[in-house]
């Protein structure tokens, strides 16, 4: 036989043998269910959409609540039921503890995160010391007169807008307001970072091949390398500059000058962690690479989540204008027509938490918790080896209609405590496992109390000032009932709309009302 056509036939047989054994194999040795169909090289990689979400969802349908796919080399677990996410999450903790680290992420987090590092005794001292200094409860409200001011600002753009009848990219300035909130409150300045810190969460959820392949690894087919080259130097260079004007400050002046608003001494988290690294004593040593880490964390982790949350909450609001009217008529009794809410105000706002809530269960700005298997576990009779990958879906848990009714309908009454289902006690922070908007464990997200306090506040002060005229693709504007906005996602780490929001602001109240305190 030639040797080409004797090559060829060994191939061949090879591919055959391969994709009748390999499930077979995969069956022995106990691994959660799995699509037959496997190709060569690229495993199960075929099956997936851009919105990887939606194609794990698809799939749970076909192979159950946990189901295990190849992409390349790795093994990846996909759980879609409450109960597994509880096994994942809380009762096998310790196996998933940790995160996947992609290329991108690697690179853009100096392989010094928080949200990235390995559980141990680094990740234990940065998650204490941030919710201490950052995220705990006494910083929180320390920072809250800068929150306040920047949702000023947003309703005073809003009310110019209103006046001239422009449009505004609601989107935009949602994201802008989240990224002043964030940077002020841990560099004590509004430092614009909101473009690369979009571009970093889209590439940190994107699918990169040589990832996964090794026969790839070198290649960089989709050409990741050059953009996350790029995407670093973007943000080294930012973060080079905030970090080095501010050891100039300390060195010129000392740090005791550097006040907060009322006077008294005020440290920002970027003079901790520079305090940190100063420390001889300090319990880790802290470098510039884990500072420049944890700015990046916290970019990235705290400014789309907020902003994309906030605005799906108000996309809902005008595609269901009786809900919006509910909303009105709760500020309007609980605050009044003559001042704006404000945070303290959300304890008394029981039905928007509920439609903050409801949003988190529709379009969970996070769409799946993605962890990695440090140590082999069996979950039940399936075993999950050492380094596969752990996705547990919570965006299909919340549209799952075992366990809500009618899952598809936005309905905030399914949280309020007098509702006559039973979810009117279920909460968000990680006990209640059929919504995990914050996650779960150990590794659950430090921002849920921040991010719970700000978005109920920022809705209601928009919401409570101001109707919206919708502005289409087309640029054609439509009013009130006319009003479908799309529901579509743009792909990535978080799940945004796939477009921007852009709209007319009109003012509710023609003279008078809550935004006179502002001078408007
Ligand atoms: C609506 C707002 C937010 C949502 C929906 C959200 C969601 C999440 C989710 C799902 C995780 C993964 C949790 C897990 O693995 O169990 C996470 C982790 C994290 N989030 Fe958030 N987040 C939000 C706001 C924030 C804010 C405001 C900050 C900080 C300023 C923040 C900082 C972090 C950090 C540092 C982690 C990694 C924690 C670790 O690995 O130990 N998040 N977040």
Known sequence: MEPLLLAFTLFLSSLICYIIFQPILNRHKNLPPSPLFKLPIIGHMHMLG????????????????????????????????????????????????????????????????????PYGEYWRFIKKLSMNELLGSRSISSFQHLRLQETHNLLKLF?????????????????????????????????????????????????????????FKKLDLQGFGKRIEDLFMRFDTLVERIISKREELRKNKGRKENKGEQGA????????????????????????????????????????TTSISTEWALVELMNNPSLLQKAREEIDNVVGKNRLVDESDGPNLPY??????????????????????????????????ENSLIFVNNWAMGRNSAYWD???????????????????????????????????????????TLAMQEVPALLGAIIQCFDFNFVGPKGEILKGGDIVIDVNERPGLTAPRVHDLVCVPVERFACGGPLQSLGC
């Open 406 to 448: 009618k899952p598809l309908e936005f309905n905030p009454e399914r949280f309020l405590k007098n509702s006559t289902n039973s979810n009117g006690v279920i909460d968000v922070r990680g006990q209640n496992f059929q919504i995990l908007p914050f996650g779960s464990g150990r590794r659950m997200c430090p921002g849920v």
């Open 159 to 215: 009310a110019d807008k209103a006046k001239n009848y422009e449009a505004v990219n609601v989107t935009q300035e949602l994201l802008k307001l989240s990224n002043n909130v964030i940077s002020k409150m841990m560099l004590g300045e509004a430092e614009e970072a909101r473009d690369v810190v979009r571009d970093v969460t889209e590439i940190f959820g994107e699918f990169n091949v040589s990832d996964f392949i090794w026969l």
């Open 265 to 304: 001494e005020f440290r920002d988290f970027l003079d901790i962690l520079l305090d940190c690294a100063e420390d001889q004593n300090s319990e880790i040593k802290v470098q510039r690479v884990h500072i420049k880490a944890l700015i990046m964390d916290f970019f990235t982790a705290g400014t789309d």
């Open 352 to 385: 928007i938490q509920a439609i903050i809530k409801e949003t988190f269960r529709l379009h969970p700005p996070v769409p799946m918790v993605t962890r990695r298997c440090v140590t082999q576990c069996k979950i039940e009779n399936y075993v999950i080896p």
């Open 50 to 117: 851009p919105l990887l979400h939606h194609s794990f969802d698809r799939l749970s349908q076909k192979y159950g609540p946990i189901f295990s796919l190849n992409f390349g080399s790795v093994l990846c677990v996909v759980a879609s039921t409450p109960h597994y996410a509880k096994q994942i999450l809380q009762i096998n903790e310790h196996a998933f503890n940790c995160r996947n680290e992609s290329t991108a992420i690697k690179r853009l987090t100096y392989e010094a995160s928080l949200a990235f590092a």
